[in-house]
């Protein structure tokens, strides 16, 4: 069992940053991928950006160049650094945990979630 625990979200003018931050506990083994997904009303949850144990990351066409996301693996703490925010970007953004065995996903953990809401 794997805990994740978001916070950082809050209110933001467009144009403004705002950083994300998502703690891991629990049964937390050494190689696994950690997400950032997002769900703005009335739309399904969908990805932000990825960064696996190695560091390699992955972003939403609509993020990118503004995001960073960004992982402390002592720490087990995984980072989403967000500029330039715009209004489409409010949604309530979720922290995720995966674990991959030959193919099989053996892991699927998911934080309450933190609202992020762009507005002026």
């Known amino acids: 069992q794997v805990q994740l625990v978001e916070s950082g979200g809050g209110l933001v003018q467009p144009g403004g940053s705002l950083r994300l931050s998502c703690a891991a506990s629990?049964?937390?083994?050494?190689?696994?991928?950690m997400g950032w997904y997002r769900q703005a009303p009335g739309k399904q949850r969908d990805m932000v950006a990825t960064?696996?144990?190695?560091?390699?990351?992955n972003y939403a066409e609509s993020v990118k160049g503004r995001f960073i996301v960004s992982r402390d693996n002592t720490k087990n703490m995984v980072y989403l650094q967000m500029n330039s925010l715009k209004p489409e970007d409010t949604a309530v953004y979720y922290c995720?945990?995966?674990?991959?065995?030959?193919?099989?996903?053996?892991?699927?953990?998911w934080g309450q979630g933190t609202q992020v809401t762009v507005s002026s």
């Open positions: 629990g049964n937390i083994f050494s190689i696994y991928t």
């Open positions: 995720n945990y995966q674990r991959w065995v030959q193919g099989r996903k053996t892991a699927d953990y």
């Open positions: 960064i696996t144990s190695g560091g390699s990351t």
